[in-house]
C-alpha cells in the first residue's frame, strides 16, 4: 500500500465517493463522511457561485460538529472536484473559495495546471487526478498532483476504455503515491478486488445515485435499481468527452442508443448551462449497477459494503 499523505490517512473505509455532477450536494456528502468514506461533489454543482460558499460552510461546520461529538468515531474527510477544461470560467473563483475553508481534498478533472495544484497545497491539501491512461497519470503528476484516479472501462460518466488491470499495474510500474481505482465498483467484494490490484482506495460514483440523499429523480433512482450493464452506453454526444450513460434516458429524449452520432470534441462544454441540462437530462451511470438492487440511504449502503468487503476477506482467508 501507498504511504499516504495528510487527510488520506488513516480513512475509516477505503472508499471515495465520487462527485457526481448535478448528482452530489452537501446531504450526501456529510453522510458519506460521516458513514467513513471521503464524500465529495464538483463546485460548480453549486449554483450561483454564493452557494459554494454556503455549502462549503455547511460541511465543514457540520462535520466539525460531528467530529467534536464523536471523538471516537470522526468522520472521513471530504473532497471537492474541480473542472480545469477552458470551458469552466468559474475555476479560479471557486478555487478562493475552496482555500478560504481548506478543503482537505481536491479531485481535479480534465486538464492538469500547477497552479491550482499549488493552491491546493497552500493549506496543506492534497490533490488527486483523475486519468484515463498511463499518459495523462505521467502529466499529472509531472505538474504537481499528489495522487491519482484511475477511471477505467466502465465508470459512470466520463470514463476510459482500459481494463482496470492494465491501467493499474501500468501506472503502479513507476507511481508508488495515493491511487484510487474507478469502474464498476459497486459491492464490498470490488473494494478489496481494487486493493489486491494495487488501489488504495475504491472510487464509486453509481451506486450512490441510488441513495436517498442523491439529488436525483425517483425515476433516475429507479432505473439505476432495475438496470444492469447491458442498459449502459458510451458515447460522446451529449458532452464532447466519451462517457457512460443510462439507455432509458436516451430512448426517454428520442434517441437509439445503440445508433448515437459522434459530436465534435472541440464544441466541449462542462461549466455553462449548456452542459447542466444535458446531465439533467441524460443519466450518467456506470456498468456496476446490476449490483445495486434497492434504494437506501447512504449510510445503510457503506454499512452494507463494510460488511461485503469483510465477508470477502473471510473467503480469502486474510
Given at each position: ?313 473471510k473467503r480469502l482467508c486474510l
Amino acid at each position: 500500500m501507498s504511504k499516504l499523505p495528510g487527510a488520506l490517512a488513516h480513512l475509516p473505509f477505503p472508499v471515495i465517493g465520487s462527485p457526481m455532477f448535478i448528482l452530489s450536494t452537501p446531504k450526501l456528502v456529510i453522510a458519506q463522511c460521516i458513514a467513513g468514506v471521503v464524500g465529495s461533489m464538483p463546485s460548480l454543482n453549486a449554483r450561483p457561485i454564493s452557494q459554494l460558499d454556503e455549502w462549503l460552510a455547511e460541511i465543514t461546520e457540520t462535520l466539525a460538529n460531528y467530529n467534536r461529538d464523536n471523538p471516537d468515531r470522526p468522520a472521513a474527510p471530504f473532497a471537492i472536484n474541480q473542472i480545469v477544461h477552458k470551458s469552466n470560467d468559474r475555476l479560479e473563483q471557486d478555487m478562493v473559495l475552496c482555500v478560504k475553508y481548506k478543503v482537505p481534498i481536491y479531485i481535479t478533472s480534465l486538464g492538469a495546471r500547477e497552479d491550482i495544484y499549488q493552491a491546493a497545497h497552500s493549506h496543506g491539501g492534497v490533490v488527486l487526478h483523475d486519468i484515463i491512461n498511463n499518459a495523462f497519470a505521467h502529466k499529472a503528476i509531472e505538474k504537481g498532483a499528489d495522487g491519482l484516479v484511475a477511471v477505467a472501462a466502465g465508470a459512470g460518466g466520463h470514463a476510459g476504455v482500459k481494463s482496470p488491470f492494465a491501467l493499474i499495474q501500468e501506472i503502479r510500474q513507476w507511481f508508488d503515491g495515493p491511487l484510487a481505482l474507478s469502474g464498476a465498483i459497486a459491492s464490498g467484494g470490488a473494494v478489496l478486488a481494487a486493493q489486491a490490484m494495487g488501489a488504495d482506495f475504491a472510487y464509486i460514483g453509481s451506486a450512490f445515485i441510488a441513495t436517498e440523499e442523491a439529488r436525483a429523480s425517483q425515476s433516475y433512482k429507479q432505473a439505476v435499481v432495475e438496470c444492469d450493464s447491458d442498459d449502459i452506453f458510451y458515447t460522446n454526444l451529449f458532452t464532447g468527452v466519451h462517457g457512460n450513460y443510462l439507455a432509458p434516458s436516451i430512448r426517454a429524449a428520442g434517441m437509439d442508443p445503440a445508433n448515437l452520432p459522434e459530436s465534435d470534441p472541440s464544441k466541449m462544454n462542462f461549466g455553462g448551462d449548456t452542459a447542466a441540462k444535458a446531465w439533467k437530462d441524460i443519466w450518467g451511470c456506470g456498468q456496476g449497477i446490476g449490483a445495486i438492487d434497492k434504494v437506501q440511504k447512504a449510510g445503510d449502503f457503506i454499512a452494507q459494503l463494510r460488511r461485503e468487503y469483510d465477508e470477502a476477506k473471510k473467503r480469502l482467508c486474510l
